[in-house]
């Protein structure tokens, strides 16, 4: 915690140096306590350069011995704050050991050493082992861990580290050991403990070059029946990134930790993942199919970690998005290839637009690559993430799957076993493919989401179609100017049947492909295609191509000719999002004047095509038929009123539900889920319809729909159709709502992961008395302020994804919400920082809200105690 006078002071790319020292080795030993855990850090040091002091780096240790070659340090010897331990004259070459006391049991930030649910467990990136011992914290220092674990037998009869186990015994005491030794060099963020009384379940994988490796999971008992989905996950995620990037795994144990206090999603330590249980524990009872399909992301996402940020990690955190895009990119491929390419695009592009381009649109605006941060916690985010990934995306399209397969290869080969830069990567993948990406790197070094403007110009004369396009980065905070960025705009030509047409552009002798990439790499550029008729529309940016605002020039007729032509699937569901868009703005214009803009007679004939075309599968349709979220409308709408925007979608939400009752019902009733249940993809799908229906048909206020939906809720086998069904008659706001709550409370009380949900529920439940049942549901018995779970199903849910309570005019919302980030901040500041993110957006809203929100940013900042992550982002949203 700080106060007012110490600022704290922002870190720089620019400032990077190489490490004085490199550590040769570390043996670790915990003799835990759950109070009082001593630990003892033996490392050999050599220096890297001339004579320099050694700062080492720890936070809320107790130091009890300092000694170099078996030497007690004397005191004048070094210094020691809040935040490290210097030694000021060290020999080149010697051995130093640390031993310093911790409390696990009061370490609500859940960083470092801590206790859940009575196991041990750690976290340690990003700077989370400072908090274990004194040691160079950054992840260049690379080392061979062997870790020695002494505990209490009974209590915590599983010990784990990372690497292979290579010694055990019984101590006196009723205690024992086990040691561990992972062969690998690794930073220490990639260090991990475990000691607890866990189920662990086993299986095995044999690797292509025909190694067995043994797989572990390690749950609570109780839950052992709820494992066999990841471990499912994980031998096809190691299946597929040996067949997709030759990665071959290279221990021979790889373990995966369940615990239910987590801040993140789950975390790659070198051959031992901790896991928030959210993304390990699923039964068809107890899971949705969206945390069916979590589940199998995040367990690939933490496997291909081990090569893409183990084998070949960051040289410093501002190259986080070196390891986490490109293994989100590898994540999302891997879920693409064992579920619908075109869903997951479509999701994986929602998620995107809806909440990277606000990031990118906000005070908190940073490159991929950022160049300064004050806490890298703050820098775990969607840019960081899922833009990352697109960048490696572009990669991938520009070079083409075989090119980018050698680029990779060059990468892992060349930087294997070091701590590199996002350049590093982008230079294999040039070096490999003999291609120029020097402009490319423009994409890592720019915040800001570009505009591109496409204008058509036909001239019928020479049967030419020109594409008229325009490049703009809007200014982000700290950079005014931006240069332009080569922007791969994939394009095809369609006929009046949807076919591509061969294509020929100005200059080549003949057509070819039908498909170009058009690089748009300046201010304005023109692209001619030659040999065109009249008639013929250009499907842009196909599948996405870029991450970019797209402005075109097609009328509405050309949007539903796109919408039910075009054969590239992302683009056929992206024409009627661009519809549905124009709809909404108009009306929501229309609204702002008191008046009601109608049925809209184009947008719902698009909806009964495509409810009924035989040509899209059932998860396509259900994404067809959802109109674009409020929170991406509302980019497009300067100073937006949420309650309005609400109004509006759901007015015409209703209209549609009205109009098209009868094939609504009649598809619901057809994708009924009788016979047994399955997570493959066309079963999600077609619950996914299913439910989407119902969501329309309960807007229509009919007992007979109502009944239908409380008979889902109560015959449902599996948890993706009950608690559509609850959520149906929540966030209707149906008075039966009340009692399925009670049922499900009662039934699910004892679940953790199903509990979130029932808060999760009823905190996003679109009316604005909402907020008087969150401010009540903070009182609840089940609900705890320390698990990170919990929080983020109420009050998270609350923020971010309920704009109608918590953008109320009164703004009570915003109080509440920042009361409870000021309590929160005193425990868990990693997890207090991301719930400001709702109001770090106050530049969206109308001048009142604005105030309001502003004000409640001005009270945490004057209350004069916050975290480092809190100053940060409150501080940067106040500029
Ligand atoms: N490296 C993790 C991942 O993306 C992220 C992570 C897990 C994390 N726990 C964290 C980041 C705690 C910061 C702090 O897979
Ligand atoms: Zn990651």
Excluded at 119 to 140: L, S
Excluded at 497 to 503: C, K, N, S
Aim: hydrophobic content about 35%; aromatic content about 10%.
């Amino acid at each position: 915690m700080m106060n007012t006078e110490t600022v704290p002071q922002p870190i720089y790319l620019r400032d990077y140096t190489p490490p004085p020292f490199s550590v040769e080795s570390l043996k670790l030993h915990f003799a835990l306590d759950e109070s009082a855990t001593e630990v003892s850090a033996r490392m050999q040091l050599q220096a890297t350069g001339t004579a320099q002091p050694l700062r080492l780096n720890g936070q809320k240790l107790e130091l009890l011995a300092l000694r170099i070659d078996g030497n007690e340090v004397g005191e004048d010897e070094y210094t020691v704050d809040e935040e490290s331990l210097t030694l000021h004259r060290p020999p080149e070459r010697f051995e130093l050991e640390v031993v310093t006391r911790i409390d696990p049991s009061a370490n609500t930030a859940l960083e470092g050493l801590y206790t859940s649910s009575g196991n041990f467990c750690t976290q340690c990136e990003a700077e989370g082992f400072r908090k274990i011992t004194y040691y160079p914290d950054r992840p260049d220092v690379m080392t061979i861990f062997t870790t020695t674990i002494v505990a209490d037998k009974a209590k915590y009869p599983v010990l784990l580290s990372n690497g292979n186990q290579v010694e055990q015994g019984e101590l006196d005491g009723g205690k024992h050991f086990v040691t561990w030794h992972d062969p690998h060099p690794k930073p220490c963020y990639l260090f991990a403990l475990v000691a607890g009384d866990l189920a662990c379940i086993d299986d095995s994988f044999t690797t292509m070059s025909g190694r067995e490796v043994k797989l572990q999971l390690f749950v609570q008992h109780g839950n052992e029946d709820k494992t066999a989905h990841a471990m499912a996950s994980l031998k096809k995620a190691m299946a597929w990134d040996e067949q997709t990037f030759g990665r071959e795994y290279d221990l021979d144990i790889y373990m995966i930790v369940a615990v239910d206090d987590f801040n993140m999603g789950a975390m790659e330590n070198k051959g031992l993942n901790i896991f928030n249980s959210r993304f390990v524990l699923a039964k068809q009872e107890t899971a949705t199919d969206t945390d069916f399909y979590g589940i199998e992301s995040v367990i690939a996402h933490e496997y291909f970690h081990n090569w893409s940020g183990n084998r070949v990690t960051c040289r410093d955190w501002f190259q986080l998005s070196l390891k986490e895009g490109f293994t989100v990119f590898r994540d999302q491929q891997f879920s693409a290839d064992m579920n619908s390419p075109a869903v997951q695009r479509i999701d994986d592009v929602t998620m995107l637009r809806t909440h990277q381009f606000a990031e990118d649109a906000g005070p908190m605006a940073h490159p991929v690559r950022p160049d300064s941060y004050v806490e890298i916690n703050n820098f775990y985010t969607l840019t960081v993430y899922e833009k990352g990934a697109e960048l490696i995306r572009m990669l991938h399209t520009l070079l083409g799957a075989k090119c980018f397969r050698k680029g990779s290869d060059l990468y892992f080969e060349r930087h294997d076993g070091q701590a590199v830069t996002c350049e590093d990567f982008v230079q294999a993948m040039a070096d490999a493919n003999d291609y120029d990406l020097t402009s490319f790197l423009n994409w890592y070094r720019q915040a800001g989401t570009p505009h591109v403007e496409v204008r058509r110009e036909y001239h019928a004369g020479n049967r030419a179609l020109t594409l008229h396009m325009r490049q703009h980065t809007p200014p982000t905070p700290g950079q005014p100017e931006k240069q332009p960025m080569p922007i791969p705009v994939k394009t095809a030509l369609l006929d009046e049947h949807g076919t591509a047409l061969p294509l020929r552009l100005e200059g080549e002798s003949d057509a070819s492909g039908t498909e170009r990439i058009l690089l748009l790499g300046q201010p304005e550029q023109s692209f001619t295609f030659t040999d065109v008729s009249p008639g013929t529309v250009p499907s842009l940016l196909r599948n996405f191509s870029a991450p970019v605002k797209l402005k075109t020039d097609y009328s509405d007729e050309e949007l539903a000719f796109l919408m039910g032509h075009d054969n590239d699937p992302f683009n056929r569901r992206e024409a009627g999002q661009q519809l549905a868009l124009r709809v909404l703005l108009n009306q929501y214009a229309s609204a702002q004047k008191g008046e009601n803009g109608g049925v809209h007679a184009g947008l719902s004939a698009a909806f009964a095509r495509n409810l009924t075309d035989p040509s899209l599968d059932q998860a396509l349709i259900a994404e067809a038929i959802s109109l674009p979220a409020e929170s991406y409308v509302a980019e497009f709408i300067d100073k937006v009123d949420p309650q309005l925007l609400h109004k509006v979608h759901l007015g015409i939400r209703s209209e549609l539900a009205q109009e098209h009752r009868a094939v609504l019902q009649k598809i619901y009733d057809k994708c009924d889920s009788s016979g047994p249940y399955r997570v493959d993809a066309a079963s999600m799908g077609r619950r996914r319809l299913r439910n989407q229906c119902l969501n329309y048909l309960m807007l229509l206020d009919d007992d007979a729909v109502v009944e239908q939906c409380l008979a889902q809720y109560h015959e449902a086998d599996n948890m993706t159709d009950g608690l559509a069904a609850m959520s149906a008659l929540t966030h209707t706001g149906h008075e039966a709502a009340t009692a399925v709550l009670e049922d499900f409370y009662h039934r699910w009380k004892d679940d953790n992961l199903v509990l979130d949900k029932w808060f999760a529920i009823q905190a996003s439940s679109p009316f604005e008395a909402t907020y008087e049942t969150v401010a009540a549901l903070v009182e609840h018995a089940d609900f705890h302020i320390r698990n990170p779970n919990r929080v983020r199903s109420l009050i998270g849910a609350f923020g971010m994804r309920n704009p109608v309570a918590f953008h109320r005019v009164d703004g009570k919302g915003y109080t509440f919400l920042a009361s409870f980030i000021m309590e929160l901040d005193q425990l868990n500041p990693q997890v207090a920082a991301r719930l400001l993110t709702p109001l770090t957006q106050w530049h969206r809203y109308d001048l009142s809200r604005q105030e309001k929100m502003r004000g409640e940013l001005e009270r945490i900042l004057g209350s004069g105690k916050c975290s480092k992550d809190v100053y940060e982002v409150v501080s940067k949203s106040l500029d």
